[in-house]
């Protein structure tokens, strides 16, 4: 078993019976601990019937036989043994989805003078990424009546998607969702304009 605690990136392969010198007879497992794009790093644990291995540093690994064996000491593995195990696989893990969160004008669908020139740069995420997925989430502040706000929300949520679809983002790629008043940025007492609140969220995956 392996258990991500602190939001770490790891990634596990299954290796032929040699692994860069830690060998044995079958199947053996793997794993080892890479930073975040942002270098960040956290922990992983590694458990089988016979014993648990924590492994908190970079470029740590541990390596597992079977179920019935613990796994191996922490072991440091250079930059070099990490490509050649695990290359193809970072390849091909998919990038983070990016958020891009848009302003309104109060009381409005209006975007933000910021916020409209932003929309660029939703634009080209979703063309770098050729993006078949888009969140758009609508969403306001505290003021007004709650009823109104909920329609305020989805009617952001519209014009943003329409925006994007006008410059070519098909429909079909695109998920509008709205929560009103309910989930605010900032929390604030009730009645109260705040900015931040009065958003679009775009995920672009």
């Known amino acids: 078993m392996v258990r991500n605690s602190r939001a770490p990136y790891i990634v596990a392969a299954l290796m032929a019976p040699l692994v860069l010198g830690l060998g044995g007879c079958g199947r053996t497992t793997?794993?080892?601990?890479?930073?975040?794009?942002?270098?960040?790093?956290?922990?992983?644990?590694?458990?089988?019937?016979?014993?648990?291995?924590?492994?908190?540093?970079?470029r740590?690994?541990?390596?597992?036989?079977?179920?019935?064996?613990p796994p191996s000491p922490p072991t440091e593995l250079s930059s070099r043994e990490i490509e050649a195990v695990f290359g193809e696989v970072i390849k091909?893990?998919?990038?983070?989805?990016?958020?891009?969160?848009?302003?309104?004008?109060?009381?409005?669908?209006?975007?933000?003078?910021?916020?409209?020139?932003?929309?660029?740069?939703?634009?080209?995420?979703?063309?770098?990424?050729?993006?078949?997925?888009?969140?758009?989430?609508?969403?306001?502040?505290?003021?007004?009546?709650?009823?109104?706000?909920?329609?305020?929300?989805?009617q952001r949520a519209?014009?943003?998607?329409?925006?994007?679809?006008?410059?070519?983002?098909?429909?079909e790629h695109i998920q509008s969702t709205s929560h009103g008043e309910s989930n605010p940025l900032v929390e604030t007492g009730d009645n109260i304009r705040e900015l931040r609140n009065r958003r679009v969220e775009v995920v672009v995956r």
């Not at 740590?60 to 064996?69: C, G, I, K, L, Y």
């Not at 519209?158 to 429909?171: A, F, I, Q």
Request: glycine share 6%; hydrophobic share 40%.
């Open 30 to 58: 793997t794993v080892v601990l890479l930073p975040e794009k942002d270098d960040r790093t956290g922990a992983v644990t590694v458990s089988t019937e016979a014993g648990t291995v924590e492994i908190e540093r970079v």
């Open 60 to 69: 740590e690994a541990t390596v597992v036989s079977s179920r019935s064996s």
């Open 92 to 154: 091909a893990l998919p990038e983070k989805p990016i958020h891009f969160i848009l302003h309104f004008e109060f009381g409005t669908t209006d975007l933000t003078a910021d916020s409209a020139a932003r929309l660029s740069k939703v634009l080209a995420a979703i063309e770098r990424r050729d993006s078949e997925f888009v969140s758009v989430v609508g969403h306001t502040d505290t003021a007004g009546d709650s009823r109104y706000n909920r329609r305020l929300a989805r």
């Open 158 to 171: 519209e014009t943003v998607s329409r925006l994007l679809v006008n410059k070519g983002v098909p429909t």
